[in-house]
């Protein structure tokens, strides 16, 4: 436990980049874009981020899978990696590029739409072989590949929105700078081009898209769930509204910023663990502990949500915080999921969360296309809020019967908890 906490701190200091450098974005984008802008990025941006989970085909995590368990070499899956993303990402572009033009509101502007699509290739490429680095468990690597791109997306955006004044144009071209530099990165620096090859083993890539696939599923229908209301309010209701939620939305992505600290060395570590049992039980010891984390940063939120909101991004984004405070209890249940859906998938049962997470997905359609006509943004945040919520309790009895242990038991805090992290304190 005391190595698992000293990777947390290096793991959090690139997530410290990573939050900072969104929040940054945020506020430039709000600031020079205003609620209309900001809401045609988001209808721009939402197929291209939601179909991230259907076009990286899991590849990511049974990557790490394969490699953690050694069950194929690294040279091996670098060859199928190149080859698997030449294929999807082609794919991914077409399909992608449909949705947008013809079902977004914003897709009428062909500029804007490719510059939407130019990223997903790029992106592709680099979430596929960040699944060797957590594989190896070299989590140095793989975080860089998290929080580089996101620093220069927002150096960008400082650069084109203020000084060049570009507007939206400037935004998407911004969001192409980082993956593009990391892409470029990756390839070089890690004999990646020797791995480019026409000789296809059908057999790793047939187990790598078999395993990936459900990957791909579990992660297509949470991010729905995520994504539904944006793609309903841009349906439904105006940019305006659309982005009112964003920037509402966007600050509870951050409190999840703090499970995800801990999913990311959660998944390498399950993904390499002899003792399948007793890692779960360590993992429900980081559920407690984040629980808590994001419970007393979700009381901060609250009592300060409307200072945050008007001062980060201007009065005209005054009604984003009562669709903050909405969200925030959904937000705080959804980290069940958060920290053990990643045990589950490190020990290759991604589906079990398929079965919390389609009833959730079905509730979260009906609601918002019952409440976005009536109240707006409002109704997509109270439609997440309860989806979330049944979602998160759904998953938590599901992995309770998976590995055996009580809910009781999965909950109740221990003095044990947090003594890891008090002794490694002490010792620096």
Same mark, same amino acid.
């Given at each position: ?11 959090? +200091? ?37 179909? $991230? ?26 060859? +199928? ?33 490719? $510059?939407?699509?130019?990223? *997903? ?6 979430? @596929? ?18 929080? *580089? ?23 998407? $071209? ?11 990165? *990756? ?20 187990? $790598? ?11 297509? &229908?949470?991010?729905?769930? /995520? ?12 940019? /305006? ?26 998944? %390498? ?9 007793? =890692?779960?039980?360590? &993992? ?6 984040? =629980? +808590? ?47 053990? /859906? ?13 079965? %919390? ?5 079905? &509730? ?5 296309? @019952? ?6 943004? /409002?109704? %997509? ?6 989806? @979330? ?9 599901? @992995? ?29």
């Amino acid at each position: 436990m005391a190595s698992f906490i000293k990777d947390l701190f290096a793991v959090g +200091a690139s997530k410290v980049i990573v939050i900072l450098s969104g929040i940054g974005t945020s506020i430039v984008t709000a600031r020079y874009l205003g609620p209309e802008g900001n809401g045609t990025i988001a209808a721009l941006a939402v197929y291209p981020s939601l179909f $991230m989970s259907i076009g990286s085909l899991g590849i990511r995590q049974s990557t790490t899978y394969f490699l953690g368990k050694e069950i194929y070499s690294e040279e091996k899956i670098k060859t +199928a990696i190149t080859q698997i993303w030449f294929l999807t990402t082609v794919v991914s572009l077409t399909i992608c590029f449909l949705l947008i033009r013809y079902l977004s509101s914003s897709g009428e502007n062909l500029t804007w739409v490719l $510059m939407a699509l130019f990223p *997903i290739p790029f992106t592709l490429f680099n979430t @596929y072989n960040s699944g060797i680095f957590l594989g190896k468990n070299d989590i140095s690597t793989f975080n860089k590949i998290n929080w *580089i791109p996101g620093l220069l997306v927002f150096i960008a955006s400082t650069i084109l929105l203020i000084a060049l004044n570009l507007g939206i144009s400037g935004a998407l $071209m911004a969001l192409v700078g980082g993956p593009i530099f990391m892409f470029v990165i *990756i390839l070089l620096k890690n004999k990646f081009l020797e791995a480019f090859s026409v000789s296809f083993d059908w057999k790793i890539i047939k187990s $790598m898209l078999s395993l990936g696939s459900i990957y791909a599923l579990s992660l297509l &229908v949470i991010n729905l769930n /995520y994504k539904l209301d944006t793609i309903l309010l841009d349906k439904l209701s105006t940019p /305006y509204e659309l982005g009112i939620y964003s920037k509402g939305a966007g600050i509870t992505q951050y409190l999840w910023q703090i499970p995800m600290l801990f999913s990311t060395l959660v998944f %390498a570590r399950s993904a390499v663990s002899k003792d399948n049992d007793q =890692f779960s039980y360590k &993992v429900a010891q980081l559920l407690r502990v984040s =629980f +808590a984390a994001i419970g007393l940063a979700s009381i901060f939120l609250i009592i300060f949500s409307e200072f945050l909101i008007i001062g980060m991004f201007g009065e005209a984004f005054n009604e984003s915080t009562p669709v903050l405070r909405i969200l925030i209890p959904g937000v705080l249940i959804l980290t069940v999921y958060k920290v053990m /859906y990643v045990d589950l998938a490190g020990k290759g049962k991604p589906w079990i969360a398929l079965y %919390a997470m389609i009833p959730s997905l079905f &509730v979260n359609l009906f609601l918002n296309i @019952y409440l976005i006509p009536k109240y707006g943004a /409002y109704g %997509a945040a109270i439609s997440s809020t309860i989806s @979330y919520s049944i979602g998160g309790i759904l998953f938590l009895v599901l @992995y309770s019967l998976e590995t055996k242990i009580p809910i009781k038991q999965l909950l109740a805090y221990q003095s044990t908890d947090i003594a890891p992290i008090i002794k490694l304190l002490r010792k620096n």
